[in-house]
């Protein structure tokens, strides 16, 4: 049999703004290295309907352009949706892109690094219509 696998949970909470995709490769590889894991996974997790969680080059063509105009072409903010007559809000169009996003990625670590490409970082999109605290959770498996 195999090294017994350890199984630590980690939170993750900062603040972010309406909209903002926050790189947070630095606070997982904290976390990471807090656990004193050397070969395993990670999945980030995020509780909610309006955040998502995925991997990208985070550069600002990317972040402040091309991923905003993306979204903005999936899921249009000032559409009437059915969602807003339901809740009496106006975050739809953030419904609808999680939907098409996830809440959650799994990543492997080898020697109690994260197996991430060069360019390839962690990011957490606030796809709701206003900042707001996030609390994310990261379950590390490993040995």
């Known amino acids: 049999m195999g090294d017994p696998v ?7 909470q900062f603040h972010v703004k309406k909209d903002e995709i926050k790189n947070i490769t630095p606070n997982v590889r ?3 290295t807090s656990t004193g894991l050397s070969k395993g996974i990670v999945t980030i997790f995020v509780p ?3 955040g998502a969680v995925s991997t990208l080059e985070y550069e600002p063509g990317l972040v402040d352009h091309d991923i905003p105009r993306f979204l903005q072409d ?4 000032g559409n009437n949706y059915a969602h807003h007559q339901t809740w009496g809000d106006h975050n739809g169009h953030s419904h609808v892109r999680a939907f098409f996003l996830k809440p959650d990625i799994t990543v492997p670590f080898i020697s109690g690094k994260l197996s991430l490409g060069t360019w390839q970082q962690i990011v957490f999109l606030n796809l709701d219509e206003r900042g707001r605290t996030r609390n994310l959770i990261l379950q590390f498996m490993g040995t």
Not at 6 to 12: A, E, F, N, Q, S
Not at 74 to 77: F, K, L, Y
């Open 30 to 32: 904290d976390a990471l």
């Open 48 to 50: 909610g309907s309006t």
């Open 74 to 77: 999936i899921a249009p903010e």
């Open 6 to 12: 350890d199984v630590i949970t980690k939170h993750l």
